[in-house]
């Protein structure tokens, strides 16, 4: 908690800081500034001192991915982090999702993950993810965020931080590094269940109402807990919207899709766990 109290006074100062962009800044760390410096981003290098945050050759996608690592210096160590330059958003998005590779150098390290948003000056939204195990190729994750105050608060800055840190407290230890790649956000959806009882087979309803414009329901049942992909695709195949990416426990659940900024036509929602999978056809109109 410590951790995050220590982001929580920076969120001032950050937001004096706000850049053009609409979009995550360098979402796929593909733009360096130099070697060390993603573009949008600080990173916590001290040239001459120390360096934190590098350029990797080792990507998800395209040709690089930001490597955290933990510094030595003065007999000591420092820990990794780096943050957005706070950009413009316009809707309250669901989630932070990425990919990432861990090696903690001891157990109680984490690579965390927060995303704050922020309307008119006052902090509306907060999400924070801790990844405590090892991942040796890339692993996606997918960080919920959570609003507080009025039900429909349309948040107008957003930035992110990450960071390798102690959950003891402890200064970091020198060897443990992380490798991020392809952030994005989650659509304004929200997953609610409509029934806690275990459904007999699993199910993906037809989304209503359909043809839609611009919001619709989705409706899943799962038999057992399952890890659970709902996916909107166009229909030429291209990933969209990544509605639902987690763990569900057994009964059935609705999701709403908002295709706001979306042209007219037809997309695919593809429901997949590890025992089913199924695709049904929307139309939007516009």
């Known amino acids: ?23 995550i800044p360098n979402a796929g760390f593909e733009t360096w500034i130099d070697a060390n410096t993603p573009q949008g981003w600080i ?9 934190t ?3 990797s050759n080792t990507a998800h996608t395209g040709s690089f991915a930001a490597r955290l690592q933990t510094a030595s210096f003065g007999g000591g160590s420092i820990l990794p982090f780096m943050e957005s330059m706070p950009f413009p958003v316009n809707q ?19 690579l965390g993950i927060t995303a704050w948003f922020v309307e008119n000056g006052v902090l509306v939204g907060f999400g924070a993810r801790d990844i405590g195990a090892a991942a040796s190729s890339y692993t996606q994750f997918n960080c919920p965020i959570d609003y507080f105050g009025d039900a429909a608060v349309v948040p107008d800055t957003a930035y992110i931080w990450i960071a390798i840190y102690d959950t003891s407290e402890n200064d ?27 459904p007999e087979i699993y199910g993906l309803s037809q989304n209503y109402p359909n043809p839609f414009n611009p919001s ?7 038999t057992e807990q399952s890890y659970v992909e ?16 987690a763990n569900y426990p057994a009964g059935e659940y609705s999701v709403d899709f908002n295709a706001e900024n979306l042209p007219g036509g037809v997309y695919i929602a593809k429901l ?15």
Not at 272 to 286: C, E, V
């Open 53 to 55: 945050v590098t350029r």
């Open 230 to 245: 709902l996916i909107v695709y166009d229909i030429l195949g291209k990933e969209i919207s990544k509605l639902v990416s």
């Open 216 to 222: 619709t329901k989705i409706n899943f049942s799962v």
């Open 43 to 51: 990173p916590n290098n001290v040239p001459t001192f120390w360096t």
């Open 272 to 286: 997949s766990t590890g025992k089913f999978s199924k695709a049904i056809k929307m139309t939007l109109l516009k």
């Open 1 to 23: 908690m410590k951790f995050y109290a220590f982001l929580l006074s920076l969120t001032l100062i950050l937001l004096l800081q706000v850049n053009a962009s609409s979009q």
């Open 92 to 110: 309250a998005y669901g989630s932070l999702m990425g990919y990432y590779q861990f090696q903690p150098a001891v157990a109680s390290e984490v």
């Open 172 to 198: 970091p230890v020198v060897g443990a590094f992380a490798l991020v790649d392809d952030l994005s956000f989650g659509p304004p959806s929200s997953v609610q269940e409509i029934s806690s009882q275990i």
